[in-house]
């Protein structure tokens, strides 16, 4: 797995209730990418489930690495605005610039491509 120590990468969020504008989503992993590290991912909803328009959204938690042909993590110790749980969300480490990352949102999986930002 690479490090990826201060690496941000940005993709876009598009999900039919939501996000259907197409959202910019980032996935911040300022110490490096291992076990225990901490991760956050934000993005603003188009509309939230309360109807506010352009709406903040983040989820910060901690790195759990799983072995494999194609390295995979998820998030666990996961906290958010109001100190809730926060979104489910999980990954695939595709290359140096590139991972692929899921969202639970409304009880469906969404995908997101992200591209590290360069410089980063």
Known sequence: V???????????LTEENYAWAGERIRLEVPRGFYDGAPIMM?????????????RPEAVRGRIRLHKGKIPRF?????????????????????????ITVYILISDRNVRVDMKRVPGT
């Open 74 to 98: 998820d998030v666990t110790e996961r906290v958010a605005a109001g100190q809730w749980q926060g979104y489910k969300f999980w990954g695939e480490v595709k290359s140096q610039d590139c």
């Open 42 to 54: 934000s993005w603003t909803w188009t509309v939230d489930a309360s109807g506010v328009e352009h």
């Open 2 to 12: 690479y490090y990826f120590f201060g690496a941000n990468f940005v993709g876009t």
